[in-house]
């Protein structure tokens, strides 16, 4: 099956440091990354959407500055959260989908990043 | 039985019995429907997917039954397992778009 790879899966920093996630599909092209967040007991909250070789999409109330994606190929996606405050300090999910024209088909899940913000 | 908390609904079962989780959609135009399981720490997991010109599939152990009418989904895992035990989450796509919107999520906790 679809394989999408996150990394790292768990990081400590301290404020103001950068911090970059990376997402990666193993076993397919990904023309199309999501990335979420997701905070304790509540669901998943779209960031952004990237489409490969483009800018990204970013939903209402997401700073582009502050959360920066960079969608250079097929198979990667990351994702950069520069000045990392405390208030950042979440739980990162990326997502890619395979296939272009093809409306139906499920997204697969990287295994998330914790963002420890001190 | 089940809860609803401050934030996540809560399904109780014991092992061995039948599952039955809920979600209600909200958008009329959805016509791709998935289901996936989260388990803690983790990302979530694709279980099963219907299309909205189907009202039933049948997965391993897993069935989703969609209800177009009434805007309603459900997904029934028999003789749940310890290791069923996750947060659920439904998931609905307008047609044309491949963007989901998710449910809030069910908490399941089987009991040996």
């Known amino acids: 099956g679809a394989v999408v790879s996150q990394h790292p899966s768990w990081v400590i920093c301290k404020s103001g440091t950068s911090v970059k996630i990376e997402c990666r599909s193993l076993d397919f092209q990904a023309t199309t990354m999501f990335w979420y967040r997701q905070f304790p007991k509540q669901s998943l909250m779209l960031m952004a959407t990237?489409?490969?070789?483009?800018?990204?999409?970013?939903e209402q109330g997401v700073e582009k500055d502050k959360f920066l994606i960079n969608h250079a190929s097929l198979t990667l996606s990351t994702l950069t959260v520069t000045s990392a405050h405390p208030e950042d300090s979440s739980f990162y999910i990326c997502s890619a989908r395979e296939g272009r024209g093809h409306i139906d088909q499920p997204q697969h899940f990287g295994d998330g990043t914790r963002l420890s913000i001190l | 039985g089940e809860s609803v908390g401050l934030h996540l609904p809560t399904l109780s079962v014991q092992e061995g019995d039948n599952s039955i989780i809920n979600c209600a959609y909200s958008n009329s135009a959805s016509d791709y429907f998935i289901w996936y399981k989260q388990e803690s720490g983790k990302g979530p997991q694709f279980i099963i997917d219907?299309?909205?010109?189907?009202d039933k599939r049948q997965g391993q152990r897993v069935t989703v039954l969609l209800n177009k009418t009434v805007k309603h989904l459900s997904l029934q895992i028999a003789a749940t397992q310890p290791g069923d035990s996750a947060v659920y989450f439904c998931a609905e796509m307008p047609g044309g778009s491949y963007i989901p919107t998710f449910g809030r999520g069910t908490s399941l906790i089987v009991h040996p």
């Open positions: 219907i299309r909205s010109n189907m």
């Open positions: 990237s489409n490969e070789g483009s800018k990204a999409t970013y």
